[in-house]
T-cell receptor, first 112, second 110 residues
């Protein structure tokens, strides 16, 4: 099993640009989570999906952030427009109902 | 907010047992205790979890007090590769979000 796959692993962009982060959960998993990690705030939940349906997006910072899960094997997190304060490591995690969460390697985003 | 309290940092000699404490005095009856760790620059890694009984797997042991208000993660023979931040998390089943606190930074020293 390849585990949770995230791309890109590193992204450097300029303020105002659109950024799209991608996640492929483990095959068969039915829940997907997006977390963000910064030095100041630690690891925090942004949004999560059960069976491709968004359940809780209260952690999404503002309207500049959006997430989609068009099917069970793919999710995107989009930031438009990006700002320097969005610089962080973004993790995707997936789980099968009632099981433990498995995290991807993360995407390190730097907004200049 | 995280429902757990952990020491900020701990040191452990290589080859010795590492005992990482966690307080979770407000845990509810149906909530589990989860332990994850994060090695520098990697995604969090699941270690073990339990509800009431003590648990053991190939990585670690989890000791939960009878009143469930605290627990201890035991790495029986710590190695340098166990140097990481260890998170104790209280929560429901695996398909609900994890609420991470600041964790304990464990340094295994040769």
């Amino acid at each position: 099993d390849a585990g949770v796959i995230q791309s890109p692993r590193h992204e450097v962009t300029e303020m105002g640009q659109e950024v799209t982060l991608r996640c492929k959960p483990i095959s068969g998993h039915n829940s997907l989570f997006w977390y963000r990690q910064t030095m100041m705030r630690g690891l925090e939940l942004l949004i999560y999906f059960n069976n491709n349906v968004p359940i809780d997006d209260s952690g999404m910072p503002e309207d500049r952030f959006s997430a989609k899960m068009p099917n069970a094997s793919f999710s995107t997190l989009k930031i438009q427009p990006s700002e320097p304060r969005d610089s962080a490591v973004y993790f995707c995690a997936s789980t099968l109902w009632g099981d433990t969460q498995y995290f991807g390697p993360g995407t390190r985003l730097t907004v200049l | 907010d995280a429902k757990t309290t952990q020491p900020t940092s701990m040191d452990c000699a290589e080859g010795r047992a590492a005992n990482l404490p966690c307080n979770h005095s407000t845990i509810s009856g149906n909530e589990y205790v989860y332990w994850y760790r994060q090695i520098h620059s990697q995604g969090p890694q699941y270690i073990i979890h339990g509800l009431k009984n003590n648990e053991t797997n190939e990585m670690a042991s989890l000791i939960i007090t009878e009143d469930r208000k605290s627990s201890t993660l035991i790495l029986p023979h710590a190695t340098l590769r166990d140097t990481a931040v260890y998170y104790c998390i209280v929560g429901g089943s695996g398909n609900t979000p994890l609420v991470f606190g600041k964790g304990t930074r464990l340094s295994v020293i040769a």
